[in-house]
């Protein structure tokens, strides 16, 4: 993945905040432009309005507004002294919906945007701008959760079934991550369906412990093809292989590693069907304890700068 421009969804908020600094030292890291996005959503109309009221609501939201500007405006000012090329886009129109828009027109390769989720149940509530961005965004999408350093990622895991959408992921992962920092992957196999029932028949009847053997035979061979050829990336790899339901896993090995960055692909195309990130993407972009990179199909919106994998 060429970073040339990341978008970064602002308003104001601490989560937002974070996301500011995490695509900072991202587009430092890339050299890419770094171009914040406001969406305003317009105000809602009122029931039986009189022109009192919508004089004091007229200048109380110009007050806000005016605020805001003058806040958006010293953090543009804060970055660029650090040398970022960065600019600032306000546009009305509900928060989630603009950042995806700009992000199409820019041709941006990855969208950040913070979210409130940190432990525990608050792991649900993405909010809705994080979740129509998931649900709309043309390009990659970074779920920045936590608190962020001034650096890329340094403990990232990338979540493998061996797809090529899976291995997009691992290449993408590997361009947010330090130079050097080791790459952790995990793959969750399960037995082939039905398998439980050999245990009823017993092992002198149905062998399963041949299923399992040939299930893990065929995913380390995988594992070790993946390996052998990423060397280019610059990052050593190592991959491990889990039984289990793969959300669950990748979550937990999340937890157990002190990760701070998850990835996994996700096969979520244009239109309706970018809704569908698929069941695991969803349980891990809700249930992850730290960030979280979406990466969408190569058909999810223009892909003209991406890498092929």
């Known amino acids: 993945m060429n970073l040339t421009t990341i978008i970064v969804g602002v308003d104001l908020s601490v989560p937002s905040e974070q996301a500011v600094d995490r695509a900072a030292a991202l587009a430092q890291l890339h050299k890419a432009r770094l171009l914040l996005v406001h969406g305003q959503a317009d105000d809602a109309p009122l029931d039986h309005p009189d022109n009192a009221m919508l004089e004091q609501l007229g200048e109380v939201s110009a007050a806000v507004r005016a605020e805001e500007a003058k806040r958006l405006g010293d953090r543009v000012a804060q970055l660029a002294s650090r040398g970022l090329d960065v600019e600032l886009a306000s546009r009305t129109g509900a928060p989630g919906e603009v950042v995806a828009q700009i992000a199409a027109e820019r041709h941006a390769e990855l969208i950040v945007v913070g979210t409130h989720g940190h432990t525990g149940i608050s792991r649900f509530l993405l909010g809705s701008v994080a979740t129509a961005v998931l649900r709309h965004a043309p390009c990659d999408v970074l779920v920045s959760r936590g608190t962020s350093g001034p650096s890329p990622f340094l403990r990232p895991l990338v979540a493998t079934d061996f797809s090529p959408t899976a291995t997009r992921a691992l290449r993408n992962a590997a361009d947010l991550t330090a130079p050097g920092a080791a790459i952790e992957v995990v793959h969750a196999w399960q037995l082939p369906a039905g398998s439980w029932g050999a245990t009823l028949l017993g092992q002198a009847r149905f062998p399963w ?9 065929g995913a380390k061979a995988q594992a070790d093809k993946l390996v052998a050829g990423h060397t280019e990336l610059g990052h050593p790899l190592h991959v491990e292989l889990v039984q289990g339901p793969p959300a669950s896993v990748i979550t937990h090995a999340a937890e157990k ?17 970018r809704l569908l990130l698929g069941s695991v993407a969803e349980s891990v972009i809700r249930h992850a304890p730290c960030s979280v990179l979406v990466a969408h199909g190569e058909h999810a919106g223009d892909t003209a700068k991406f890498k092929k994998t």
């Open 257 to 273: 590693g002190g990760h701070d960055l998850i990835a996994i692909g996700t096969h979520g195309l244009k239109g309706f069907r």
């Open 209 to 217: 412990s041949t299923v399992r053997d040939a299930v893990l035979s």
